[in-house]
């Protein structure tokens, strides 16, 4: 489980086909501080495995991680190329404070940035989104976008907005991003559940497994 709280950028090093499955390799120093094989860290808000950890000494400079044919097909990963940035944060521990909200890094689906209109202070970003995770949003509610925890402004049947300060702009991949780029997304699994309770069936994608 995750906070939406971007940890560090780091570098896509490599990117090995192997066939039905992709290894990548990505580099940083911030969240390999205390890595261990097995531990879960978020890429642009998926959920990857650490495979191995390749080392300088005993200090770990970079990590590699499998992505099955599902995570290629469900998320923004496959679109990935050697020298990209991406959003990288650890799994939250219990005496962590919990700055964003619950993320999962499970993805739902793979939006797209239709316009940015930047302003003095902010920049808001509009995205579209696939229908069906429309009726998880509401204007105030919360949304992970490449992993960053995000409030809702305005919500329509075919995308949200959201306004991004300049501590998120130059801390995460989403100021890089350009109109026409995909971005993962995953809604609060808090309306999730409330739509289970209430008999709303079962919610976008919740028969296939999750990326």
């Not at 489980?1 to 039905?20: H, N, P, R, S, W």
């Not at 290629?72 to 939250?92: F, I, M, P």
């Not at 219990?94 to 993320?103: A, C, P, Q, T």
């Not at 998120?168 to 100021?175: I, P």
Request: some cysteine.
């Amino acid at each position: 489980m995750f906070t939406g709280i971007v940890e560090a950028q780091g570098m896509v090093e490599k990117i090995e086909d192997l066939g039905d499955a992709v290894r990548l390799t990505i580099s940083d120093e911030t969240v390999l501080q205390d890595a261990q094989l097995g531990d879960s860290i978020s890429v642009n808000g998926c959920c990857l495995t650490v495979a191995h950890l390749s080392r300088n000494t005993h200090v770990p400079e970079a990590f590699e991680a499998d992505l099955m044919a599902e995570t290629l097909a469900k998320t923004s990963l496959g679109g990935l190329h050697q020298g990209d940035l991406v959003n990288l944060e650890r799994a939250v521990t219990v005496d962590k404070r919990l700055g964003g909200h619950i993320v999962q890094g499970h993805v739902d689906g793979v939006g797209t940035v239709a316009s940015r209109t930047p302003s003095e202070h902010w920049e808001v970003v509009e995205i579209q989104l696939p229908p069906e995770l429309s009726r998880y949003l509401v204007p105030k509610g919360s949304i992970a976008v490449d992993g960053v925890s995000l409030t809702v402004i305005d919500v329509s049947p075919e995308a949200f907005t959201v306004s991004l300060i300049p501590e998120t702009l130059a801390r995460t991949s989403l100021g890089r991003r350009a109109v026409g780029d995909r971005v993962n997304l995953e809604v609060d699994v808090l309306a999730k559940y409330v739509e289970r309770l209430l008999g709303g069936g079962v919610p976008a994608q919740a028969e296939e497994e999750p990326a």
